[in-house]
Nanobody
Framework: QVQLVESGGGLVQTGGSLRLSCAAS????????MGWYRQAPGKQRELVAI???????NYAGSVKGRFTISRDNAKNAVYLQMNSLKPEDTAVYYC?????????WGQGTQVTVSS
């Protein structure tokens, strides 16, 4: 069973940077979109950023200009560069791959931004 494996989370101070990575443990074909979501305590999971197979991107308004999503199709991987981090960015971050027939989720990685 193919799984998505995330890495790169951690504790950082306000204004700092982190780079999240997510890679599939095996081959996944025809990935349409790759994305990052996050869920803070007591809140619903929300979209952070998404990138299509054509490299079009879309960002939540709260992260636009600070976060950058990118993908490596050869590696079945997606990345999230997070700059100018704020305490309100604290959450568990999940990656997501969508094909025509299936949705894959990573296990989540904790990002904590201290004030």
């Amino acid at each position: 069973q193919v799984q998505l494996v995330e890495s790169g989370g951690g504790l950082v101070q306000t204004g700092g940077s982190l780079r999240l990575s997510c890679a599939a443990s095996g081959s996944i074909f025809s990935i349409n979109t790759m994305g990052w979501y996050r869920q803070a305590p007591g809140k619903q999971r929300e979209l952070v950023a998404i990138i299509t197979s054509g490299d079009s991107t879309n960002y939540a308004g709260s992260v636009k200009g600070r976060f950058t999503i990118s993908r490596d199709n050869a590696k079945n991987a997606v990345y999230l560069q997070m700059n100018s981090l704020k305490p309100e960015d604290t959450a568990v971050y999940y990656c997501n791959f969508r094909t025509n027939t299936r949705l894959y989720w990573g296990q989540g990685t904790q990002v904590t931004v201290s004030s």
